[in-house]
């Protein structure tokens, strides 16, 4: 089949009108998906650190109430001591 040239022009030109939007159309849906997986793994990140800051916490805590008991254990033993001498 045979089109006038301008007619053929017109075509080709509107048939990489289309395929240039198809293009845009794909990297822009490329450029929001990797925004997704950016955003979740920043999720996931951040309910790690928050993790990570708990437990922490709680082995400070501990740490703590640990230091307090052999210091209390400590005192009752020397004291304990000290009244046997003054026996």
């Known amino acids: 089949m045979y089109f006038p040239l301008h007619l053929e022009e017109m075509l080709f030109a ?3 009108r ?3 939007k198809k293009k845009e159309e794909a990297e822009r849906l490329k450029q929001q998906q990797q925004r ?3 955003e979740e793994r920043n ?3 951040a309910i790690q650190k928050e993790l ?3 437990k922490e916490d709680e082995e400070k805590q501990l740490t703590a109430q640990e230091k307090t008991m052999l ?3 400590w005192e009752r033993q ?3 001591i000290k009244q046997k001498e003054l026996q």
């Open 71 to 73: 210091k209390q254990e």
């Open 36 to 38: 997704e997986k950016v």
């Open 52 to 54: 990570k800051k708990r």
């Open 43 to 45: 999720a996931i990140l």
């Open 18 to 20: 289309r395929d240039q």
């Open 14 to 16: 509107e048939l990489n």
């Open 78 to 80: 020397n004291s304990t």
